[in-house]
């Protein structure tokens, strides 16, 4: 089933969505300063990309910089992407069909509201966290 919504999910939003943040990331990347914005965004695309069967967890070894990486990213970018994925996941939840969608919506809220010191992991594997 997994399979069958990634692959939907793909087809209908994904690409589009993952590009995005791909291309924000090779923005990010131009500037030396920015640079841990522009990974923080292509990671966000890998799991945009596939989201069912994934989920994001927090990294044991985030420090200090995260944090004040996080809370310039809230500021410049990450409400906005969050508001976004809002947004979109209520409306798409207003459908049965499109519940699925809307929930995986939701589930890319906290890696776009503070993507520094988070991985993203299959989801079976977070009890191991």
């Known amino acids: 089933m997994r399979t069958l919504l990634n692959i939907l999910w793909l087809v209908l939003a994904g690409f589009w969505l993952a590009l995005s943040y791909v291309l924000a990331g090779i923005i990010c990347c131009i500037l030396i300063i920015t640079i841990p914005f522009g990974i923080a965004s292509f990671r966000i695309a890998g799991f945009a990309l ?12 985030a420090g200090a910089g995260s944090l004040l990486g996080n809370v310039i990213w809230i ?55």
């Open 50 to 61: 596939w989201p069912f069967g994934r989920t994001t967890v927090p990294r044991r070894d």
């Open 75 to 129: 500021i410049v970018a990450g409400w906005w992407l969050a508001l976004g994925h809002l947004v979109t996941g209520a409306l798409l939840c207003i459908t049965i069909i499109g519940i699925p969608f809307g929930i995986a919506n939701f589930k890319l809220i906290p890696v776009s509201l503070a993507p520094l010191g988070r991985e993203i992991v299959a989801s079976g594997d977070r009890a191991s966290f």
